[in-house]
T-cell receptor
Framework: GAGVSQSPRYKVAKRGQDVALRCDPI?????LFWYQQALGQGPEFLTY????????KSGLPSDRFFAERPEGSVSTLKIQRTQQEDSAVYLC?????????????FGPGTRLTVL | AQTVTQSQPEMSVQEAETVTLSCTYD???????LFWYKQPPSRQMILVIR??????QNATENRFSVNFQKAAKSFSLKISDSQLGDAAMYFC?????????????FGKGTKLSVIP
């Protein structure tokens, strides 16, 4: 697998349930990003990791959202006590280290539906 | 804060014809990157073309080219010889340059339909 993979591809949760979304970045990519894409909208930045360090979490919409990347590879986005407004596609992207010249490669996303 | 605006929610083009998608942005920075991404129904975002703001020459990638007007803060995408596989959502995006510059700011997208 040469690309970014995400699992599950689809997740249905009842309001109030906790969910965990997984991202496997491209091997060797130290930078990892999470974006949230609401229906009919463009992706919005949630958080950024460089290796295991979460350098920016300014886009996380509430303290119910939590992301981790403990070994600097796989990342998990956790949403606690899901609400209907959390329904969206969650995209993960990875890139080589460095500044803005490096391309972000996106995964296929996880579509979360909260009932 | 930087913003990206795509004023065309939907566009259509006849196969083999040319179409132009519009994008404007707002920033106080002088150096940045601009991107066009394609998102087919599979949801996988694919980079189509990239432009560095300090380069005056418009970027070109095969059938895709941009018209970058820095003073007007405009960044349009031209698709020539449109193909059925070009049908998708297209997003314009912005990112600052330099160390620590990483997050992309996206517009709301333009849905492109290609008519056989």
């Amino acid at each position: 697998g040469a690309g970014v993979s995400q699992s599950p591809r689809y997740k249905v949760a009842k309001r109030g349930q906790d969910v965990a979304l997984r991202c496997d970045p491209i091997s060797g990519h130290v930078s990892l990003f999470w974006y949230q894409q609401a229906l009919g909208q463009g992706p919005e930045f949630l958080t950024y990791f460089q290796n295991e360090a979460q350098l920016d979490k300014s886009g996380l919409p509430s303290d119910r959202f939590f992301a981790e990347r403990p070994e600097g590879s796989v990342s998990t986005l956790k949403i606690q006590r899901t609400q209907q407004e959390d329904s969206a596609v969650y995209l993960c992207a990875s890139s080589l280290p460095g500044g803005g010249d490096n391309e972000q490669f996106f995964g296929p996303g996880t579509r979360l539906t909260v009932l | 804060a930087q913003t990206v605006t795509q004023s065309q929610p939907e566009m259509s083009v006849q196969e083999a014809e040319t179409v132009t998608l519009s994008c404007t942005y707002d920033t106080s920075e002088s150096d940045y990157y601009l991107f066009w991404y394609k998102q087919p129904p599979s949801r996988q975002m694919i980079l189509v073309i990239r432009q560095e703001a300090y380069k005056q020459q418009n970027a070109t990638e095969n059938r895709f080219s941009v018209n970058f007007q820095k003073a007007a803060k405009s960044f349009s995408l031209k698709i020539s010889d449109s193909q059925l596989g070009d049908a998708a959502m297209y997003f314009c995006a912005y990112r600052l340059t330099g160390a620590g510059s990483y997050q992309l700011t996206f517009g709301k997208g333009t849905k492109l339909s290609v008519i056989p």
